[in-house]
T-cell receptor, first 115, second 116 residues
Protein backbone atom coordinates (compact mmCIF):
# COMPACT_ATOMS: atom_id res chain seq x y z
CA UNK A 1 0.00 0.00 0.00
CA UNK A 2 1.10 3.54 -0.70
CA UNK A 3 2.35 5.37 2.35
CA UNK A 4 1.43 8.78 0.94
CA UNK A 5 -1.33 9.36 -1.60
CA UNK A 6 -1.89 12.58 -3.48
CA UNK A 7 -4.90 12.11 -5.72
CA UNK A 8 -4.73 15.41 -7.61
CA UNK A 9 -2.07 15.34 -10.32
CA UNK A 10 -2.96 18.92 -11.32
CA UNK A 11 -4.95 21.80 -9.91
CA UNK A 12 -5.90 25.27 -11.10
CA UNK A 13 -6.75 28.17 -8.83
CA UNK A 14 -7.54 31.80 -9.48
CA UNK A 15 -5.10 34.32 -8.05
CA UNK A 16 -6.13 35.52 -4.57
CA UNK A 17 -8.36 32.53 -3.96
CA UNK A 18 -7.69 29.72 -1.48
CA UNK A 19 -6.83 26.19 -2.61
CA UNK A 20 -6.65 22.84 -0.83
CA UNK A 21 -4.20 20.15 -1.88
CA UNK A 22 -5.13 16.68 -0.70
CA UNK A 23 -2.88 14.19 1.05
CA UNK A 24 -3.71 10.95 2.79
CA UNK A 25 -1.21 8.75 4.57
CA UNK A 26 -0.95 5.20 5.82
CA UNK A 27 0.90 4.15 8.94
CA UNK A 28 0.29 2.04 12.01
CA UNK A 29 2.96 3.85 14.01
CA UNK A 30 1.41 6.28 16.53
CA UNK A 31 4.39 8.61 16.16
CA UNK A 32 4.90 10.25 12.81
CA UNK A 33 5.47 13.59 11.18
CA UNK A 34 3.85 15.09 8.13
CA UNK A 35 5.50 17.60 5.81
CA UNK A 36 4.67 19.63 2.76
CA UNK A 37 7.29 20.73 0.27
CA UNK A 38 7.07 23.04 -2.73
CA UNK A 39 9.11 22.35 -5.85
CA UNK A 40 9.16 25.25 -8.34
CA UNK A 41 10.27 24.72 -11.91
CA UNK A 42 13.82 25.45 -10.79
CA UNK A 43 13.77 22.03 -9.11
CA UNK A 44 14.72 22.88 -5.55
CA UNK A 45 12.52 21.43 -2.81
CA UNK A 46 11.35 24.04 -0.31
CA UNK A 47 10.03 23.04 3.11
CA UNK A 48 6.67 24.64 3.84
CA UNK A 49 5.05 23.21 6.94
CA UNK A 50 5.22 20.39 9.49
CA UNK A 51 2.62 18.60 11.61
CA UNK A 52 3.49 16.11 14.33
CA UNK A 53 1.11 13.27 15.05
CA UNK A 54 0.70 14.38 18.65
CA UNK A 55 0.18 18.04 17.86
CA UNK A 56 -3.24 19.11 19.03
CA UNK A 57 -3.60 22.07 16.74
CA UNK A 58 -3.28 22.38 13.00
CA UNK A 59 0.04 23.80 11.91
CA UNK A 60 0.12 27.21 10.25
CA UNK A 61 2.95 29.07 8.54
CA UNK A 62 1.90 32.37 7.01
CA UNK A 63 -0.45 31.63 4.11
CA UNK A 64 0.00 27.89 4.56
CA UNK A 65 -2.02 25.77 6.94
CA UNK A 66 -2.25 22.04 7.34
CA UNK A 67 -5.72 20.57 7.85
CA UNK A 68 -4.83 17.57 10.00
CA UNK A 69 -7.59 14.99 10.39
CA UNK A 70 -5.99 12.16 12.29
CA UNK A 71 -8.89 9.73 12.25
CA UNK A 72 -9.16 10.06 8.48
CA UNK A 73 -5.39 10.00 8.07
CA UNK A 74 -5.43 13.11 5.99
CA UNK A 75 -3.09 16.09 5.99
CA UNK A 76 -4.36 18.54 3.42
CA UNK A 77 -2.43 21.71 2.63
CA UNK A 78 -4.44 24.90 2.43
CA UNK A 79 -2.92 27.89 0.66
CA UNK A 80 -4.82 31.09 1.27
CA UNK A 81 -4.78 34.10 -1.05
CA UNK A 82 -2.94 32.30 -3.87
CA UNK A 83 -0.19 34.17 -5.67
CA UNK A 84 1.29 33.60 -9.12
CA UNK A 85 4.52 32.52 -7.42
CA UNK A 86 2.68 29.64 -5.80
CA UNK A 87 2.59 27.83 -9.15
CA UNK A 88 4.73 24.75 -8.52
CA UNK A 89 4.67 21.05 -7.67
CA UNK A 90 3.66 20.30 -4.10
CA UNK A 91 4.73 17.14 -2.32
CA UNK A 92 3.31 15.66 0.85
CA UNK A 93 5.72 13.56 2.90
CA UNK A 94 5.70 11.49 6.05
CA UNK A 95 8.39 10.53 8.53
CA UNK A 96 7.29 7.27 10.08
CA UNK A 97 8.02 6.88 13.76
CA UNK A 98 11.32 8.21 14.88
CA UNK A 99 13.11 6.44 12.06
CA UNK A 100 14.77 9.37 10.42
CA UNK A 101 15.65 7.28 7.42
CA UNK A 102 12.00 6.59 6.75
CA UNK A 103 10.66 9.51 4.78
CA UNK A 104 7.97 8.76 2.23
CA UNK A 105 6.92 11.21 -0.46
CA UNK A 106 3.74 11.36 -2.49
CA UNK A 107 3.67 11.69 -6.27
CA UNK A 108 2.91 15.40 -6.07
CA UNK A 109 0.27 17.88 -7.20
CA UNK A 110 0.99 20.45 -9.89
CA UNK A 111 -0.64 23.74 -8.92
CA UNK A 112 -1.22 26.42 -11.50
CA UNK A 113 -2.32 29.85 -10.31
CA UNK A 114 -4.18 31.82 -12.96
CA UNK A 115 -4.03 35.63 -13.09
CA UNK B 1 23.71 31.21 5.34
CA UNK B 2 24.68 28.78 2.62
CA UNK B 3 22.22 26.07 1.72
CA UNK B 4 22.82 22.55 0.47
CA UNK B 5 24.85 22.55 -2.69
CA UNK B 6 25.22 19.84 -5.29
CA UNK B 7 27.54 19.38 -8.21
CA UNK B 8 27.44 19.06 -11.08
CA UNK B 9 24.06 20.59 -11.79
CA UNK B 10 23.82 18.62 -15.02
CA UNK B 11 25.64 15.51 -16.16
CA UNK B 12 25.34 13.75 -19.49
CA UNK B 13 27.12 10.43 -19.70
CA UNK B 14 27.28 7.45 -21.99
CA UNK B 15 25.76 4.16 -20.99
CA UNK B 16 28.29 2.03 -19.15
CA UNK B 17 30.33 4.91 -17.72
CA UNK B 18 30.68 5.64 -14.02
CA UNK B 19 29.48 8.93 -12.53
CA UNK B 20 30.07 10.64 -9.23
CA UNK B 21 27.66 13.15 -7.76
CA UNK B 22 28.58 15.44 -4.91
CA UNK B 23 26.59 16.97 -2.07
CA UNK B 24 27.72 19.64 0.40
CA UNK B 25 25.24 19.74 3.30
CA UNK B 26 24.52 22.70 5.50
CA UNK B 27 27.24 23.04 8.10
CA UNK B 28 26.29 21.35 11.35
CA UNK B 29 23.58 19.18 9.88
CA UNK B 30 24.09 15.65 11.11
CA UNK B 31 21.72 13.85 8.76
CA UNK B 32 22.12 13.57 4.99
CA UNK B 33 19.80 11.92 2.49
CA UNK B 34 19.99 11.04 -1.18
CA UNK B 35 16.84 10.73 -3.28
CA UNK B 36 16.12 10.00 -6.91
CA UNK B 37 13.34 11.77 -8.78
CA UNK B 38 12.37 10.43 -12.17
CA UNK B 39 10.58 12.76 -14.55
CA UNK B 40 7.09 13.62 -13.33
CA UNK B 41 7.37 11.43 -10.26
CA UNK B 42 7.87 11.79 -6.52
CA UNK B 43 11.05 11.26 -4.57
CA UNK B 44 12.53 7.81 -4.13
CA UNK B 45 14.69 7.33 -1.03
CA UNK B 46 18.17 5.99 -1.75
CA UNK B 47 20.42 6.29 1.30
CA UNK B 48 20.60 8.02 4.69
CA UNK B 49 23.61 9.05 6.76
CA UNK B 50 23.38 10.11 10.41
CA UNK B 51 26.59 11.33 11.98
CA UNK B 52 29.11 8.53 12.31
CA UNK B 53 26.51 5.76 12.39
CA UNK B 54 26.37 3.10 9.71
CA UNK B 55 24.34 4.43 6.77
CA UNK B 56 20.94 3.08 5.84
CA UNK B 57 21.42 1.81 2.30
CA UNK B 58 18.04 0.10 2.04
CA UNK B 59 16.87 2.32 -0.80
CA UNK B 60 19.77 1.76 -3.19
CA UNK B 61 18.27 0.10 -6.29
CA UNK B 62 21.26 -2.07 -7.18
CA UNK B 63 24.89 -2.75 -6.27
CA UNK B 64 25.90 -0.31 -9.00
CA UNK B 65 24.93 2.45 -6.58
CA UNK B 66 27.08 3.42 -3.61
CA UNK B 67 27.55 6.47 -1.43
CA UNK B 68 30.07 7.75 1.04
CA UNK B 69 30.14 10.47 3.63
CA UNK B 70 33.02 11.52 5.82
CA UNK B 71 31.75 12.53 9.24
CA UNK B 72 29.19 15.28 8.90
CA UNK B 73 30.59 16.76 5.71
CA UNK B 74 30.51 16.13 1.99
CA UNK B 75 28.85 13.08 0.51
CA UNK B 76 29.35 11.47 -2.88
CA UNK B 77 26.93 9.20 -4.68
CA UNK B 78 28.57 6.94 -7.24
CA UNK B 79 26.75 5.10 -9.99
CA UNK B 80 28.82 2.51 -11.80
CA UNK B 81 28.16 1.21 -15.30
CA UNK B 82 25.30 3.65 -15.79
CA UNK B 83 22.12 2.53 -17.52
CA UNK B 84 19.49 4.59 -19.28
CA UNK B 85 17.03 3.92 -16.46
CA UNK B 86 19.41 5.79 -14.14
CA UNK B 87 18.46 9.04 -15.89
CA UNK B 88 16.81 11.20 -13.24
CA UNK B 89 17.37 14.13 -10.93
CA UNK B 90 19.36 13.14 -7.86
CA UNK B 91 18.49 15.25 -4.84
CA UNK B 92 20.47 15.58 -1.66
CA UNK B 93 19.00 16.85 1.62
CA UNK B 94 20.41 17.54 5.04
CA UNK B 95 18.69 17.84 8.38
CA UNK B 96 19.76 19.35 11.69
CA UNK B 97 19.43 17.95 15.17
CA UNK B 98 15.81 18.43 16.09
CA UNK B 99 14.60 21.27 18.23
CA UNK B 100 10.94 20.39 17.94
CA UNK B 101 10.91 16.98 16.37
CA UNK B 102 10.22 18.34 12.93
CA UNK B 103 13.48 17.15 11.40
CA UNK B 104 12.67 19.01 8.23
CA UNK B 105 15.01 18.38 5.36
CA UNK B 106 16.75 21.11 3.44
CA UNK B 107 17.24 20.14 -0.17
CA UNK B 108 19.89 20.99 -2.68
CA UNK B 109 19.10 22.00 -6.27
CA UNK B 110 19.75 18.50 -7.54
CA UNK B 111 21.92 16.94 -10.24
CA UNK B 112 20.15 16.12 -13.48
CA UNK B 113 21.71 12.93 -14.84
CA UNK B 114 21.11 11.92 -18.43
CA UNK B 115 22.45 8.59 -19.64
CA UNK B 116 22.62 8.32 -23.43
Amino acid sequence: AQKITQTQPGMFVQEKEAVTLDCTYDTSDPSYGLFWYKQPSSGEMIFLIYQGSYDQQNATEGRYSLNFQKARKSANLVISASQLGDSAMYFCAMREGYNFNKFYFGSGTKLNVKP
Amino acid sequence: GAGVSQSPSNKVTEKGKDVELRCDPISGHTALYWYRQRLGQGLEFLIYFQGNSAPDKSGLPSDRFSAERTGESVSTLTIQRTQQEDSAVYLCASSPKAKSGAYEQYFGPGTRLTVT
